[in-house]
T-cell receptor, first 114, second 114 residues
C-alpha cells in the first residue's frame, strides 16, 4: 500500500520553462511534507518543506503547493535550469503522531533540456 | 563541517550471511535515520535513533536491526541475507529527533546479495 505516490516516473522540461512535479498521498495523518533532490551516486538533499497548516511555501525558484482536501502537493521550479536535472522525491511525515519516520514516493526523474 | 560518512561504500555478500553497515553523522547531530532504496520500492524508512534509543521504526522484518553509540555513530545489521535485500542503504543525520527538514544524507552503502 503506497501512501505517497509520484505518478510520473520522468518529466522533460525545456530550460527556462516551469517544471511542475506532482505528489499524492493517502494517509490523512500526514501533516508535514518535504521535497528532496537526488543526483546519481549522492544521497538525497533537502529542498523545501511545507506544514499542513499552510497551502504554499516559497524559497527562491522553488515553490511547494499543498491541497489538503485533494491530498495533493506539487513542486514548481521557475525558471528551470540544467542543474535541476535530478530525481525528485516527495516525502511525508505524521509529526503529530510521532511515528513511522518519513514516507517517500518513488521519485520523478526531471530532465531539463537546453 | 564534514558530512555524513558511510562505510563501506560497496559490499557483496551471499544469501544467509549477515552484514553490518556503519554511519558517522555530522558532528553535533544526535539523530540518525536509516533508509533502504530499491528500484521497485523507492526509499523506505528503516528506523531512527536518537540519543542511543530507537525512536521510530519502519515496516521491516526483525532481521533488520540497528544501534547508536554514545558518540551518535550508528550501525545497521541485517542477518540471514536474502536476494531482495540488495539495495542502496542510506543513512541521514539531523540535529534533533524528527527534524527532517534539517536531515543530511550520506552517499549510501550499495549492498549486493548473491
Amino acid at each position: 500500500d503506497q501512501q505517497v505516490k509520484q505518478n510520473s516516473p520522468s518529466l522533460s522540461v525545456q530550460e527556462g520553462r516551469i517544471s511542475i512535479l506532482n505528489c499524492d498521498y493517502t494517509n490523512s495523518m500526514f501533516d508535514y511534507f518535504l521535497w528532496y533532490k537526488k543526483y546519481p551516486a549522492e544521497g538525497p538533499t533537502f529542498l523545501i518543506s511545507i506544514s499542513s497548516i499552510k497551502d504554499k511555501n516559497e524559497d527562491g525558484r522553488f515553490t511547494v503547493f499543498l491541497n489538503k482536501s485533494a491530498k495533493h502537493l506539487s513542486l514548481h521550479i521557475v525558471p528551470s535550469q540544467p542543474g535541476d536535472s535530478a530525481v525528485y522525491f516527495c516525502a511525508a511525515s505524521a509529526l503529530g503522531g510521532g511515528a513511522d519516520g518519513l514516507t517517500f514516493g518513488k521519485g520523478t526523474h526531471l530532465i531539463i533540456q537546453p | 563541517k564534514a558530512g555524513v560518512t558511510q562505510t563501506p561504500r560497496y559490499l557483496i555478500k551471499t544469501r544467509g550471511q549477515q552484514v553490518t553497515l556503519s554511519c558517522s553523522p555530522i558532528s553535533g547531530h544526535r539523530s540518525v535515520s536509516w533508509y533502504q532504496q530499491t528500484p521497485g520500492q523507492g526509499l523506505q524508512f528503516l528506523f531512527e535513533y536518537f540519543s542511543e534509543t530507537q525512536r521510530n521504526k519502519g515496516n521491516f522484518p526483525g532481521r533488520f536491526s540497528g544501534r547508536q553509540f554514545s558518540n551518535s555513530r550508528s550501525e545497521m545489521n541485517v542477518s540471514t541475507l536474502e536476494l531482495g535485500d540488495s539495495a542502496l542503504y542510506l543513512c541521514a543525520s539531523s540535529p534533533q529527533y524528527s527534524s527532517y527538514n534539517e536531515q543530511f544524507f550520506g552517499p549510501g552503502t550499495r549492498l549486493t546479495v548473491l
